[in-house]
């Protein structure tokens, strides 16, 4: 079954550790993006990617780096986790295979609390 | 640039109540429409879409109509249930079909 995954669902950690959010789908889409949902729910767009070597900032500021090795791979990395970047994280996936152009399936989420 | 303004909540309603959440958008061109769902503890699912002015998405009871003309998509249902709420999202997207820009959320409860 055609799905997009995000592990770990949630993490806790304490400042200055590194981590990494995974996050993969069996879509076959080549777009992939990172939402950062604050706790008034609002979405904003942290990163992106158009394919396997493509990787762009979006509208949102963020600390974090991605990496899009492979199509069905698009990992979000901390270098060192603040208090700050406490939020849930959303990846979603997009393609024309999806069989609706343009149409963004999304993971359940990673909830991320920094201590 | 780009935007949506969707009305602030929380929704408050009783179990087949009529519902409407409002969602207005600024957008160069001709954007395509989306509501999502996010229910508790779970990341979004799309809801409807509309992709041009005048059609009209439906799923699940609910419905929303492209207005070019008020820059509106207006989300409605007729009865709602206890299973409905959740928070809801309007979003766009632009003809060159970049990642979505969301409104900020309204969050409906339904009590019975």
């Known amino acids: 079954e055609a799905d997009i995954y995000q592990t770990p669902r949630y993490l806790v950690i304490g400042t200055g550790k590194k981590i990494t959010l995974e996050c993969s789908q069996t879509?076959?889409?080549?777009?992939m993006y990172w939402y950062q949902q604050d706790p008034g729910m609002e979405l904003h767009l942290i990163h992106y990617s158009y394919g396997v070597n493509s990787t762009e900032k979006g509208d949102l500021s963020s600390e974090s780096t991605v990496s899009r090795i492979r199509t069905e791979h698009f990992p979000l990395t901390l270098e060192s986790a603040r208090p700050s970047h406490t939020s849930q994280y959303l990846c979603a996936s997009s393609g024309e295979s999806s069989g609706s152009l343009n149409e963004q399936f999304f993971g359940p989420g990673t909830r991320l609390t920094v201590l | 640039g780009n935007s949506v303004t969707q009305m602030e909540g929380p929704v408050t309603l009783s179990e087949e109540a009529f519902l409407t959440i409002n969602c207005t958008y600024t957008?160069?061109?001709?954007?395509?429409l989306f509501w999502y769902v996010q229910y508790p503890g779970e990341g979004l699912q799309l809801l409807l879409k509309a992709t041009k002015a005048d059609d009209k998405g439906s799923n699940k009871g609910f419905e929303a109509t492209y207005r070019k003309e008020t820059t509106s998509f207006h989300l409605e249902k007729g009865s709602v249930q206890v299973s409905d709420s959740a928070v809801y999202f309007c979003a766009l997207q632009n003809q060159a079909g970049t990642a979505l820009i969301f409104g900020k959320g309204t969050t409906l409860s339904v009590s019975s």
């Open positions: 957008a160069t061109g001709y954007p395509s």
């Open positions: 879509m076959g889409h080549d777009k």
